[in-house]
């Protein structure tokens, strides 16, 4: 887990929080540049916990940002892109006091405002993606109606190119695979070995942690199992797909496309 403690530093105006913030204000590559006004300069400085040194492709990995010092978090955008390209990398996912851009930018920021801490999710992007990019700009102050830049966090990621999610698994292993394909629309295969007898569930989640699909909930035998999801009735983004056999538990996240 890699930490980042940051000086704040004003440099733009970033009240509130526009798609258009997660490029150039953040650091990151984008149509928006860094504003000349300032009305931050709050002392302190901000934390980034999560974001890996080397990522696995398709992992999620989660993240949070937290003030350490100075005022609370008025605002913060943060985004991902391959290397030092425009192009977005990876997916994001709310946890507590985020909201993610629907938008071409890609990335999360902070809601509400002012807050001690926020927490997002981000699923890395498919092998083959090379290095990856992490920006975040911050602002501390008193109330969120005020402009300024506090702090600009840039970290970088390198992909693993040996992929331990795509070898073979061991005989009898309890494994549940990335589903595919996915994204996808409307249906996806999802594909898990037991290693032993029992009771199996396999259910299906939105990003509130909403039970919205049973897949398989039943006893089974050791060995390779493939469940179908329909998502015909669901609307598009995130969903978790959980796989519980006994003591033995994964999740995995998976996207609808329409």
């Not at 920021?109 to 092998?127: I, K, L, N």
Request: net charge positive; aromatic share 10%; glycine share 12%.
């Amino acid at each position: 887990m890699k930490t980042l403690c940051v000086a704040l530093v004003c440099c733009a105006t970033i009240g509130f929080a526009r798609n258009s913030y997660t490029g150039g204000y953040s650091g990151a590559p984008g149509r928006q540049t860094c504003a000349s006004s300032c009305h931050g300069g709050t002392n302190g400085t901000l934390v980034v916990t999560g974001f890996p040194s080397s990522y696995q492709p398709q992992h999620t990995y989660t993240i949070t940002v937290k003030r350490n010092g100075g005022s609370l978090m008025v605002n913060f955008n943060a985004t991902t892109r391959i290397g030092t390209t425009t192009t977005v990398a990876g997916t994001f996912g709310t946890v507590t006091n985020t909201a993610v851009y629907t938008g071409a930018d890609g990335g999360v920021y902070a809601s509400p405002h002012a807050v001690d801490s926020a927490v997002f999710q981000w699923t890395a992007p498919a092998s083959g993606t090379g290095t990856v990019n992490f920006y975040l700009a911050g602002y501390q102050g008193t109330t969120s109606s005020a402009n300024g830049q506090s702090t600009k966090i840039t970290l970088a990621s390198s992909e693993i190119t040996t992929n331990v999610e795509n070898k073979e698994a061991s005989p009898g292993a309890f494994r549940l695979e990335q589903n595919y394909p996915n994204p996808f629309n409307p249906t996806t295969a999802i594909s898990y070995q037991l290693s032993a007898v029992g009771h199996v569930t396999l259910k299906v989640f939105d990003v509130s942690g909403r039970e919205v699909a049973t897949l398989v909930d039943e006893v089974k035998h050791a060995g390779r199992y493939s469940a179908f999801f329909d998502a015909a009735g669901f609307p598009s983004g995130v969903y978790f797909y959980r796989l519980t056999a006994g003591s033995q538990v994964e999740t995995k996240r998976m996207m609808v496309v329409k």
